[in-house]
T-cell receptor, first 113, second 111 residues
């Protein structure tokens, strides 16, 4: 079974802090994704990566950056956390082939105070 | 922007009844997928239907796709309390496997 592991389940940070959310997958998937989930808005794509050192902006990349130095790890970085970035963050991975399902981690609930 | 939009936003039924959720989308797709999310957890893939397919079954799940109307439906037959969860449709386009999700349908199955 594919395992996608997010480093923290809950995280509380202060406004202005630099925040790192880490995601690791163990199935050699080429694609990795970061979504945020907010009530009534569903999942919104922040960034995705289809290869090491490659990244593509999703629908809401502002205020975020990503890093993919190794195939199995995809990091989401909040350069200067703000209260409107309080949310559930979900990482996912998939094979590069079309018609491959996403495998999700259990999410990180981030609160910025 | 959101690609899929689910309808209804919330659905409450009795155990044993069927549950139908709908999804509409806006642009051409390669496939449409349905996912389930238990409260506070990650999403789990349920079923995938390709753009050239019209109907697909998996256990108690039945998915239909109408590309002319840009819509899909998910039917859960003989529902159980354990089916209580949020259900999301997601569409995969033709560009770098990016997946777009809707806002989800919250299903409650009462025992």
């Amino acid at each position: 079974d594919v395992k996608v592991t997010q480093s923290s389940r809950y995280l509380v940070k202060r406004t202005g802090e630099k925040v790192f959310l880490e995601c690791v997958q163990d199935m050699d998937h080429e694609n990795m994704f970061w979504y945020r989930q907010d009530p009534g808005l569903g999942l919104r794509l922040i960034y995705f990566s289809y290869d090491v050192k490659m990244k593509e902006k999703g629908d809401i990349p502002e205020g975020y950056s990503v890093s993919r130095e190794k195939k199995e790890r995809f990091s989401l970085i909040l350069e200067s956390a703000s209260t409107n970035q309080t949310s559930m963050y979900l990482c996912a991975s998939s094979l590069r082939d079309y018609n491959s399902p996403l495998h999700f981690g259990n999410g990180t609930r981030l609160t910025v105070t | 922007s959101q690609q899929g939009e689910e309808d209804p936003q919330a659905l409450s039924i009795q155990e044993g009844e069927n549950a139908t959720m709908n999804c509409s989308y806006k642009t051409s797709i390669n496939n449409l997928q349905w996912y389930r999310q238990n409260s506070g957890r990650g999403l789990v893939h349920l079923i995938l239907i390709r753009s050239n397919e019209r109907e697909k079954h998996s256990g108690r799940l039945r998915v239909t796709l109408d590309t002319s109307k840009k819509s899909s439906s998910l039917l859960i037959t003989a529902s159980r309390a354990a089916d209580t969860a949020s259900y999301f449709c997601a569409t995969e386009g033709y560009n770098n496997n990016d997946m777009r999700f809707g806002a989800g349908t919250r299903l409650t199955v009462k025992p």
